[in-house]
């Protein structure tokens, strides 16, 4: 089966008059269709950067590209503008962190949603309308014709969260960007709607990408995780190795660092110091300033993204020494 | 002089050093002409809080529950409507008691959001410097105990200690922040979602100097977090609210181990797995918690609970002690009218 998604090689590099910032240095992945991978990262990592490029939502004007971004074979970085607005909500959709904010406050719901159904599918008003009262009942808004006419502060943000994977879903497209979708939300919402993009998932086939930086929501909805550092991915794998067998020290680090049961009256295992300044192209492997296990190779070139596994690949010289 | 040399216990051991009973804030939102048709937002309602002498106590619940509320009443920057509060023996703000000030002094706070907690025109020295400054620490005594705080929670003093706000990562201004707050040797202080803007890494640093500053100071903790899994780390006690009111508040083995409040068992179920074998399969309650304004009459969550019956809408459930922990709910109190209350 050909992949809905294919990432090459791609470098985002953000230029002002006063600063350069590397913010993504060469990242490379596949996605199928009906499959979900987490990318989880600090702030920082270029987890977000990277989902934004699928649908180019950088100013152009300041953003270097180079690499390749194919969405079911389609070149996204030499699209014009009219073959772009096409992508954009009708093949691939995304949802935000902040629902708040990606509405029109001066608009209701209803329109909102109809809005984008009668751009890209040239359907009557009446007949968006109708779509998008089916599309609030699909991601279960109690009262879906009253809410319609609802703006968007009136809505609580488990409610806009749900109105935004309806909006983002209303053009059927076969992949969904997802951007720290639940990261605002209480915790019996944000397993609410963690729950409703998994069977919305499964029930459309979508390829899923879900950046987020907390580990259990990635453990949630993922069937891979990639773990990004300084604007690369370190290691990629099925998210049963992942959890179980980290290879690469900075998602060894992450997940020990990381807060759960049990580790009450336990010291935890800190990494030192601070993710590196991005104003520089690395020359060495990034983590190594912060990595207990770092050697002299470490800092000459920048390490390889390598298998050690079956669907198992680590950015680290020092897999097999680390793993032991 | 003397106010900044760190206060000695009174009380003794066992005396708490904080009390709080009857805390009660309600903010008027909206409103008409004349305040008719005024609405108010129930904040916290009734709240009666001890915290022990060295323990850590946890504060829990989704935004809107009252948790960042209290931290305010407790520290005085939001005046409570009713209320009285004892320090150590000491009312608070009473005749007899001791000024809101001498309250400051001894408690202290640490906020989210470390960019704007610190002054940006300051220097890290001239912040920490600040408060022992203006409570009569001739400068030369307090440059060596901006020293001495930068040291504390590992920032080097010389590299540090002329450097401005915007010249550190969150991180580091979250541990001048916390230096800061021990700057007049506190004896409580409370840290009102202190890591939650922090990267897990930094976190997982940040969450040990708190530990260890808490034994090299013999510092008490109030620790408020919509995080379960860090207040289950850090705390001895917990205390869970729901909509301005306790709805559990216990040892953390007893709250952890064996909730008894429906909303406890829903909150803690509602934490994602980070087995993926054993992935949550069902939300464990539907529905976002109701606005603050107007909450639901009797039991606060019965609108959201799975075991609300006619008793719960009509009676408010009394904080009852089951013997390892406080629970509010009618199914925990004998003869309350609830089919499933236990006998």
């Given amino acids: 089966m050909s992949n809905l998604l294919e990432v090459r090689d791609l470098h985002v590099t953000f230029v002002t008059p006063d600063r350069t910032v590397h913010a993504v240095n060469g990242v490379s992945f596949d996605l199928k269709r009906g499959e979900t991978l987490g990318i989880l990262g600090e702030s920082g990592s270029g987890k977000s950067v990277t989902l934004r490029s699928i649908l180019r939502l950088h100013p152009e004007h300041r953003t270097r590209w180079s690499g390749s971004i194919r969405v079911e074979g389609d070149e996204v970085l030499d699209m014009g503008p009219r073959a772009l607005g096409d992508l954009r909500g009708q093949r691939v959709a995304m949802i935000f962190q902040e629902p708040a904010t990606a509405f029109d406050p001066v608009f209701t719901i209803g329109h909102q949603i109809a809005e984008t159904v009668q751009r890209h599918t040239g359907k009557s008003e009446a007949d968006a309308y109708r779509r998008a009262r089916e599309l609030l009942e699909m991601v279960r808004i109690p009262s879906p014709a009253q809410r319609l006419k609802a703006y968007p502060h009136e809505m609580s943000g488990g409610m806009r969260q749900r109105a935004m994977i309806a909006l983002a879903l209303s053009c059927n497209p076969s992949l969904l960007l997802a951007d720290e979708p639940t990261t605002a939300l209480d915790a019996t919402v944000q397993i609410q709607v963690l729950l409703l993009i998994r069977e919305l998932q499964r029930e459309f086939d979508l390829g899923v990408i879900f950046v987020t930086h907390d580990i259990g929501v990635a453990v949630e909805v993922s069937d891979r995780i990639g773990v990004m550092y300084a604007g690369k991915i370190v290691e990629l794998a099925g998210v049963e190795q992942m959890v179980d067998a980290p290879q690469h020290p900075y998602s060894r680090g992450l997940l020990a660092s990381t807060v759960h049961d049990g580790m009450r009256g336990q010291r935890l295992e800190a990494i030192p110091g601070a993710p590196p ?40 010289i020092l897999t097999e020494a680390v793993a032991a | 002089m003397d106010s900044v040399l760190p206060v000695e216990d009174r009380g003794g051991p066992a005396q708490p050093l904080l009390l709080a009973s009857g805390l009660r804030k309600h903010f008027p939102v909206g409103g008409g002409l004349l305040g008719r048709g005024r609405k108010v937002v129930r904040a916290v309602d009734d709240l009666t809080l001890s915290v022990a002498k060295g323990e850590t106590l946890g504060v829990v619940g989704e935004s809107g529950c009252g948790k960042s509320t209290v931290a305010r009443l407790l520290i005085r920057l939001l005046k409570p409507d009713r209320g009285t509060m004892v320090l150590d023996g000491d009312p608070v703000d009473e005749p007899h008691g001791i000024t809101v000030n001498e309250l400051r002094r001894q408690v202290q706070m640490v906020f989210q959001d470390s960019y704007a907690s610190l002054n940006p025109r300051l220097t890290i020295a001239e912040t920490l410097a600040f408060a022992p400054k203006a409570h009569g620490l001739p400068a030369a005594e307090a440059r060596d105990r901006v020293r001495d705080l930068l040291a504390k929670v590992g920032l080097e003093p010389d590299t540090y200690a002329e450097r401005y706000p915007h010249e550190l990562s969150g991180g580091q201004r979250q541990r001048v922040n916390i230096a800061r707050a021990l700057a007049l040797r506190p004896r409580l202080v409370i840290l009102d979602e202190a890591v939650s803007a922090l990267d897990k890494s930094v976190e997982a640093q940040v969450l040990n100097m708190l530990v260890d500053l808490k034994t090299e100071l013999s510092l008490t903790y109030l620790f408020i977090s919509h995080d379960l899994n860090v207040v289950q780390y850090l705390s001895d006690r917990v205390l869970v609210m729901y909509l301005g009111k306790i709805v559990e508040l216990g040892p953390v083995e007893a709250i952890y181990g064996d909730p008894q409040h429906p909303y406890t068992q829903a909150l803690l179920s509602a934490r994602p797995s980070m087995d993926p074998r054993k992935r949550t399969k069902e939300a464990p309650i539907q529905g976002d918690p109701p606005n603050p304004i107007d909450p ?10 799975p075991f609300a019956e006619d008793v719960c809408a009509r009676v408010e459930p009394p904080l009852a002690d089951t013997g390892r922990q406080e629970v509010a709910c009618h199914m925990r109190v004998a003869g309350s009218g609830h089919s499933k209350a236990v006998a």
Avoid: I, M, W, Y
């Avoid at chain 1, 192209?281 to 050697?295: D, E, I, L, M, Y």
């Avoid at chain 1, 470490?298 to 680290?316: F, I, S, Y």
């Fill in chain 2, 296 to 305: 639901p009459s009797g039991c606060r969550f019965r609108t959201r609970c």
């Fill in chain 1, 277 to 316: 300044d991005l104003g520089e192209v690395p020359t060495g492997c990034s983590f190594a300033p912060r990595c207990k296990f770092v050697q002299p190779a470490c800092v000459a070139k920048p390490p390889d993204l390598r298998p050690t596994g079956q669907n198992h690949l680590v950015r680290c």
